[in-house]
Nanobody, 124 residues
Framework: HVQLVESGGGTVQAGGSLRLSCVASGSTSSRRFMGWFRQGPGKEREGVASIFTEGNTEYYAASVRGRFTASQDNAKNTLYLQMNNLKPEDTAMYYC??????????????????WGQGTQVTVS
């Protein structure tokens, strides 16, 4: 099992920045891929960024590419999402997720097995 705890959400003005953190514990084999997802009001959950933790390879949704950066600190078992130039359409609950699968669609939520409780990001 894996436990994921997100933090760092808040309310910012358009153009501002936030950094989300996700502290992971439990099986490292179930954290081969770790991702950030979001769900806005009345919308489906969508993938934002994903990182292959064993190779430090990242993949981003087109809507955030160039503005958001995912990174990991293995010593702290922490995944980060640096969000710059935030827009009102980025407003959503943001979730951290992980999976031990060896192949997947990077930003498809259905491939991820473990989820955090979420942290709210509001851009005004």
């Amino acid at each position: 099992h894996v436990q994921l705890v997100e933090s760092g959400g808040g309310t910012v003005q358009a153009g501002g920045s936030l950094r989300l953190s996700c502290v992971a514990s439990g099986s490292t084999s179930s954290r081969r891929f770790m991702g950030w997802f979001r769900q806005g009001p009345g919308k489906e959950r969508e993938g934002v960024a994903s990182i292959f933790t064993e190779g430090n390879t990242e993949y981003y949704a087109a809507s955030v590419r160039g503005r958001f950066t995912a990174s990991q600190d293995n010593a702290k078992n922490t995944l980060y999402l640096q969000m710059n130039n935030l827009k009102p359409e980025d407003t959503a609950m943001y979730y951290c997720a992980s999976t031990g699968r060896r192949t997947l669609a990077w930003l498809d939520p259905s491939y991820y097995d473990y989820w955090g409780q979420g942290t709210q990001v509001t851009v005004s």
